[in-house]
């Protein structure tokens, strides 16, 4: 078997946790994060983001302008700009740390106590950079939904919706979730499986050693041709 349990479940966190933090990278970086469609210009949608404000018209094309202050930016942007970058930092070194965690990869001087360790800590880190992109992304949607359906509005007034930002940014935080269980339910199996195939080779003995100094397994020591045997 090429692949332990463990290394399989390592291998699927890791995939899960890149899928996830690429996918709130691309989630940050969208300006659809909150639509408005206009009952009285049908061609014509606003969409806004945390960076910037576009207005996308069938004649004149996609127009975009980026917010001028941090500061006029409503609360809950303000905190999802913070806390999106906060998750892509964290993401990140949570798949360095799986990374070198994992059975395949080869330190000068491999230790599971140390692989367990980092894939331990890189799970905890891309579980908390699943919190900083849930937690923004939803309080964004409840802020839309209060505003929609705010009563002191008058009906004619176009309201802001979900934009298709905000259902990436819930699968983002999704994959990384679940990327860091795996990694911490993997650093929890241990080493029952046995060693892995690229650390067999590594700590097998060699052929002279004596039986005594390795733990049973059998080698063969070739005989050496200018051996006599007298009578």
């Not at 930092?89 to 990374?99: C, H, N, P, R």
């Not at 937690?135 to 359906?149: E, G, M, R």
């Amino acid at each position: 078997m090429v692949w332990s349990f463990r290394g399989g479940v390592q291998l699927g966190g890791l995939l899960l946790s890149l899928i996830g933090w690429v996918s709130s990278c691309v989630t940050t970086v969208l300006p659809q994060w909150k639509a408005l469609n206009l009952d009285l210009n049908e061609m014509e949608t606003w969409i806004s983001g945390l960076w910037e404000a576009c207005v996308s018209q069938e004649e004149a094309g996609t127009v975009c302008k980026a917010f001028e202050s941090f500061l006029s930016l409503p609360q809950e942007l303000q905190v999802a700009r913070i806390l999106m970058v906060a998750s892509h930092g964290l993401g990140l070194v949570g798949l360095l740390l799986s990374g070198w965690g994992l059975e395949c990869f080869q330190f000068h001087r491999p230790r599971g106590v140390l692989k367990t360790r980092l894939c331990l800590l890189g799970g905890a880190l891309e579980a908390s950079a699943s919190a900083t992109t849930l937690f923004p992304v939803s309080w964004v949607a409840y802020a839309t939904f209060q505003d929609f359906w705010d009563d002191s509005v008058p009906e004619i007034v176009p309201r802001w919706e979900f934009g298709d930002a905000l259902f990436l940014g819930w699968a983002a935080g999704l994959f990384l979730a679940l990327g860091g269980l795996l990694l911490l339910i993997s650093a929890c199996l241990g080493n029952e499986d046995g060693p892995s195939p690229w650390t067999a080779a590594a700590t097998a003995p060699p052929a002279s050693a004596p039986p005594e100094e390795f733990d049973g397994s059998l080698h063969l020591t070739p005989r050496p041709v200018n051996q006599v045997i007298w009578n």
